[in-house]
């Protein structure tokens, strides 16, 4: 009989009472398997190597997607310039799908009759795990133990004292989840919703005071370089903005939203390098789009991110959506400049040979070259024809401000 569960594992509680529950009391050859996104170093994952094998898994292996998660993901929503509710930038929403497709793609390399996951039955990531699992390999069944028997914190670490699991459970007082794209902080005040997280509760500190100036090269919408540093991977430049963001503090928030299963959410996430490299991109798009490839591109992203929130990234109008984003993109390619300081950062502006400003037509306010005033009257007063009309057949009340009718 085939015993083997495919567990997506992160070391935290949850995943490592999974182990647990699946080997002692289900009887299951236990395979745990860590999907990295970028969140974690080596020295990271071969801690949690060490605590799987602790808990007596069968195997344990490490699946890498960061790259793949950047070229089908992240740099679309950079294109867009997604921000969940202009806020958040899909840290974990995104990446879900990429982890649940790696452990199909090894659940199915080892011939697992199961797949496991600790998600509980409140949360989106049970969706986004179940959805994927299902669409792509309905064939395997899914088991959820935390979801299924509704437990608590506590209980779950009462379930491992009694077996001889000994951790310091005060580091697990909050859910955090790492990717490249950003980090989700959630428990305590996250479940309130009049109450911020405390500073400890984020996983990086403030080391750096006064400011500095930080300068990121963008080639068609991809940023290719760091304070003139060039970086073939546009994985490490992500790294490096990150690096020295995450000095500053920067990329702090808590985002409340709706869940794909109809309740509000609320959860604290630090994301330094998704949000300077986002306002960075944007206003580089400001200096080098027309105004409708920015409008509609707006539209777009928003339902992109929507979509990509809401586990729909197999839909394939998805890639309709990345065609129209990857093809807006190029002429976005030049400096912008941005200054840096404790907590918080400005979009101080921009270099680039496709700056729309520079084209010689005019200075905004100042100095019109390619037109003169008689042009600007006529163009006014055919601008103006189609309410001139609507007013004249319906009157306008200034006090009130409606059309009288």
Same mark, same amino acid.
């Given at each position: 009989?085939?015993?083997?569960?495919?567990?997506?594992?992160?070391?935290?509680?949850?995943?490592?009472?999974?182990?647990?529950?699946?080997?002692?009391?289900?009887?299951?050859?236990?395979?745990?398997?860590?999907?990295?996104?970028?969140?974690?170093?080596?020295?990271?994952?071969?801690?949690?190597?060490?605590?799987?094998?602790?808990?007596?898994?069968?195997?344990?292996?490490?699946?890498?997607?960061?790259?793949?998660?950047?070229?089908?993901?992240?740099?679309? #929503?950079?294109?867009?310039?997604?921000?969940?509710?202009?806020?958040?930038?899909?840290?974990?929403?995104?990446?879900?799908?990429?982890?649940?497709?790696?452990?199909?793609?090894?659940?199915?390399?080892?011939? %697992?009759?199961?797949?496991?996951?600790?998600?509980?039955?409140?949360?989106?990531?049970?969706?986004?795990?179940?959805?994927?699992?299902?669409?792509?390999?309905?064939?395997?069944?899914?088991?959820?133990?935390?979801?299924?028997?509704?437990?608590?914190?506590?209980?779950?670490?009462?379930?491992?004292?009694?077996?001889?699991?000994?951790?310091? *459970?005060?580091?697990?007082?909050?859910?955090?989840?790492?990717?490249?794209?950003?980090?989700?902080?959630?428990?305590?005040?996250?479940?309130?919703?009049?109450?911020?997280?405390?500073?400890?509760?984020?996983?990086?500190?403030?080391?750096?005071?006064?400011?500095?100036?930080?300068?990121?090269?963008?080639?068609?919408?991809?940023?290719? %370089?760091?304070?003139?540093?060039?970086?073939?991977?546009?994985?490490?430049?992500?790294?490096?903005?990150?690096?020295?963001?995450?000095?500053? %503090?920067?990329?702090?928030?808590?985002?409340?939203?709706?869940?794909?299963?109809?309740?509000?959410?609320?959860?604290?996430?630090?994301?330094?390098?998704?949000? #300077?490299?986002?306002? %960075?991109?944007?206003?580089?798009?400001?200096?080098?789009?027309?105004? *409708?490839? #920015?409008? *509609?591109?707006?539209?777009?992203?928003?339902?992109?991110? #929507?979509?990509?929130?809401?586990?729909?990234?197999?839909?394939?109008?998805?890639?309709?959506?990345?065609?129209?984003?990857?093809?807006?993109?190029?002429?976005?390619?030049?400096?912008?400049?941005?200054?840096?300081?404790?907590?918080?950062?400005?979009?101080?502006?921009?270099?680039?040979?496709?700056?729309?400003?520079?084209?010689?037509?005019?200075?905004?306010?100042?100095?019109?070259?390619? *037109?003169?005033?008689?042009?600007?009257?006529?163009?006014?007063?055919?601008?103006?024809?189609?309410?001139?009309?609507?007013?004249?057949?319906?009157?306008?009340?200034?006090?009130?401000?409606?059309?009288?009718?």
């Amino acid at each position: 009989m085939n015993k083997k569960v495919v567990l997506a594992f992160s070391g935290g509680l949850d995943t490592s009472f999974c182990v647990k529950y699946l080997k002692e009391e289900k009887g299951l050859d236990v395979y745990s398997a860590i999907a990295n996104t970028g969140g974690f170093g080596e020295d990271e994952l071969k801690e949690i190597e060490n605590g799987a094998k602790q808990l007596g898994v069968t195997e344990h292996v490490t699946l890498d997607v960061t790259n793949l998660y950047y070229r089908n993901c992240i740099r679309y #929503m950079i294109y867009g310039n997604v921000l969940k509710n202009n806020t958040y930038p899909l840290s974990v929403s995104s990446e879900r799908i990429f982890q649940a497709m790696a452990i199909v793609d090894y659940a199915r390399k080892i011939g %697992a009759q199961y797949i496991a996951h600790g998600s509980t039955g409140a949360g989106n990531d049970q969706i986004r795990f179940d959805l994927t699992f299902q669409i792509l390999a309905p064939e395997i069944e899914i088991l959820t133990p935390i979801r299924d028997l509704t437990l608590s914190r506590e209980e779950e670490i009462e379930y491992l004292k009694k077996r001889g699991i000994q951790k310091d *459970w005060t580091k697990l007082a909050y859910s955090i989840n790492q990717g490249l794209w950003g980090t989700s902080i959630g428990g305590k005040e996250t479940l309130t919703t009049d109450q911020a997280l405390p500073e400890e509760a984020y996983p990086k500190q403030l080391k750096k005071e006064g400011s500095e100036e930080l300068v990121l090269t963008f080639e068609k919408g991809e940023l290719k %370089a760091v304070n003139g540093q060039v970086f073939p991977n546009p994985v490490d430049a992500i790294r490096k903005v990150e690096a020295i963001g995450a000095d500053y %503090a920067i990329g702090r928030d808590i985002h409340v939203g709706d869940t794909i299963i109809g309740i509000k959410g609320r959860v604290g996430f630090e994301a330094a390098a998704p949000l #300077m490299i986002i306002k %960075a991109h944007h206003l580089l798009e400001k200096h080098t789009l027309t105004k *409708w490839q #920015m409008y *509609w591109k707006e539209q777009l992203a928003n339902w992109y991110g #929507m979509l990509l929130h809401e586990a729909q990234y197999l839909e394939p109008v998805m890639r309709d959506i990345e065609v129209f984003l990857e093809h807006s993109q190029a002429n976005v390619s030049g400096d912008v400049i941005l200054k840096l300081h404790p907590y918080r950062f400005e979009t101080v502006g921009i270099r680039s040979q496709h700056d729309l400003m520079n084209s010689g037509f005019g200075d905004y306010g100042e100095m019109n070259k390619e *037109w003169d005033g008689n042009d600007v009257k006529g163009f006014t007063k055919l601008m103006s024809n189609y309410l001139k009309v609507f007013n004249k057949v319906n009157g306008f009340d200034v006090e009130t401000g409606n059309n009288n009718g």
